[in-house]
């Protein structure tokens, strides 16, 4: 399993995946993340980065690290 693949609801089930997150892009923890619990992580970062909430380097930081982990 990947990152792109990993559903969100995984990935903030598992605490050093949400530690990246709020290391790397606090501002995404404001959003209510329940409402993406069954969308992919992949899916969730390209929106995010089309709508330059995070920039495209910062997620692929991201990306890299829960790879890492996983």
Not at 19 to 47: H, R, T, V
């Amino acid at each position: 399993m990947d990152f792109r693949s990993l559903t969100v609801k995984d990935c903030f089930a598992n605490p050093k995946c949400e530690a990246i997150i709020k290391q790397y892009a606090p501002q995404l923890m404001k959003y209510p993340i329940k409402l993406f619990n069954k969308k992919s992580c992949g899916e969730i970062f390209d929106l995010v980065v089309s709508k330059k909430i995070v920039p495209a380097d910062v997620a692929k930081t991201i990306e890299a690290k829960i790879n890492e982990i996983l």
